[in-house]
C-alpha cells in the first residue's frame, strides 16, 4: 500500500546506546524531514532533506545524524542516545508545501 | 529564530458554537499549512494556503492567509464533537520548504 511507514513504533534503549529510526515513504516524494513533539514545544524540525543525497539542518540538529541514500528512505540515528532525547518522533514526506506524516515512533531513553 | 505564535493554546466549547484559532509571526512565510491530530497518530494536512490574502473552506472549516503572509486563522462554523483534537498551524520559511510549527491549540467541543 502507498504511504509513510516508520519502525519501530516504540523503543526503549539506554543511555549512550545509539538507535536508528526509519522512514519509508513510497510516493517518491523529493522531500522528507524528522521532527520530534515534545510536551510544551510542539513539533520541531530535526533534519530534512530536499532529494537523495541532499540533506540539512533544523532546528535541532545536535546528537542526530540522517542519512539519504535512496529516495524512499530517510533513517534518522541517534549517535549517543541521551534522556533529552526521549520524545514521540514523526518522519513526514511531500512536496509543494505539503506534507504527510507517519505514525511515530515513541523512544524512551532510560 | 522564527517563530509562530498560536491562540488559544486550549479551548472548551459547546457543540454549535463557533471558533476561532490564531496564527501569527513576525516573519513572512512562503506558505502556511494546518493540520489536525489525532492522540498517538501523525499530524494530517487539512489546508496549505500560499497567495497572501488567500481563503479557502473545507465544509464548516474556513482557512485564511493574511495580505502579508505573516498570519493565519482557522475559524470553525457550528463545532461538533468529532473536532475535538490538536490543531496546528506550520509554516514554510520564506525560500525554503523549512517548517516551524505553532505550539498548537487543544480544542475540545462537548456535547
Known amino acids: 500500500d502507498a504511504g509513510i511507514t516508520q519502525s519501530p513504533r516504540y523503543k526503549i534503549t539506554e543511555t549512550g546506546r545509539q538507535v536508528t529510526l526509519m522512514c519509508h515513504q513510497t510516493?517518491?516524494?523529493?522531500?522528507m524531514f524528522w521532527y520530534r513533539q515534545d510536551l510544551g514545544h510542539g513539533l520541531r524540525l530535526i533534519y530534512y532533506?530536499?532529494?537523495?543525497?541532499?540533506?540539512d539542518k533544523g532546528e535541532v540538529p545536535d546528537g542526530y545524524v540522517v542519512s539519504r541514500s535512496k529516495t524512499e528512505n530517510f533513517p534518522l540515528t541517534l549517535e549517543s542516545a541521551t534522556r533529552s532525547q526521549t520524545s514521540v518522533y514523526f518522519c513526514a514526506s511531500g512536496y509543494s508545501y505539503e506534507q504527510y506524516f507517519g505514525p511515530g515512533t515513541r523512544l524512551t531513553v532510560t | 529564530t522564527q517563530l509562530l505564535e498560536q491562540s488559544p493554546q486550549f479551548l472548551s466549547i459547546q457543540e454549535g458554537e463557533n471558533l476561532t484559532v490564531y496564527c501569527n509571526s513576525s516573519?513572512?512565510?512562503?506558505?502556511l499549512q494546518w493540520y489536525r491530530q489525532e492522540p498517538g497518530e501523525g499530524p494530517v494536512l487539512l489546508v496549505t494556503?500560499?497567495?497572501?490574502?488567500e481563503v479557502k473552506k473545507l465544509k464548516r472549516l474556513t482557512f485564511q492567509f493574511g495580505d502579508a503572509r505573516k498570519d493565519s486563522s482557522l475559524h470553525i462554523t457550528a463545532a461538533q464533537p468529532g473536532d475535538t483534537d490538536l490543531y496546528l498551524c506550520a509554516g514554510a520559511v520564506s525560500g525554503t520548504y523549512k517548517y516551524i510549527f505553532g505550539t498548537g491549540t487543544r480544542l475540545k467541543v462537548l456535547a
Open positions: 532533506s530536499a532529494a537523495a543525497d541532499i540533506t
Open positions: 510516493w517518491s516524494h523529493s522531500y
Open positions: 494556503v500560499v497567495t497572501g490574502g
Open positions: 516573519s513572512v512565510f512562503s506558505s
